[in-house]
Structure formats: C-alpha cells, structure tokens
C-alpha cells in the first residue's frame, strides 16, 4: 500500500517505544479504544433521533391565533 515493510514498521515501534515509552502506549490505546466507543454511541443516538423526528414538524398555534 505504502511500501512499508517489516524493517520500517519496526523502525515506527522503536520511535513510538522511544516518545512515549513502554507504560503510556497502554493508557494511549485504552483512551483511544473509549473514544472510538463513545463516538460510535453518539453517532448510534444521532441515527435514532433523527428516525423519531418527524418529517414535517407541524408549528404550534402562537397565543391569539385561532387555526381557522
């Protein structure tokens, strides 16, 4: 896809080992994983609000005004 190997992935573990060391890249894929839920329960809500709106919203009749 982009050319990249085994050397070269390897070469990317060792840079992200080296920046935010052995005991941040759990609490890093544990926040990103949450994130990815919480996005993906939003978007679920999004879809199911958008199924109970209706199409035309009927406005409701303002003080002093008769429908006629």
Do not use: C, H
């Not at 609490?27 to 199924?51: I, V």
């Amino acid at each position: 896809m982009f050319g990249l190997g085994a050397p070269e992935l390897i070469l990317i573990l060792i840079v992200v080992l080296v920046i935010f060391g052995g005991t941040q890249i759990p609490k890093l894929a544990r926040s990103m994983g949450q994130a990815q839920k919480e996005f993906k329960k939003g978007l679920e809500e999004g879809a199911t609000a958008d199924e109970s709106k209706p199409a035309n919203p009927e406005k409701p009749a303002a003080d002093g005004e008769s429908g006629a």
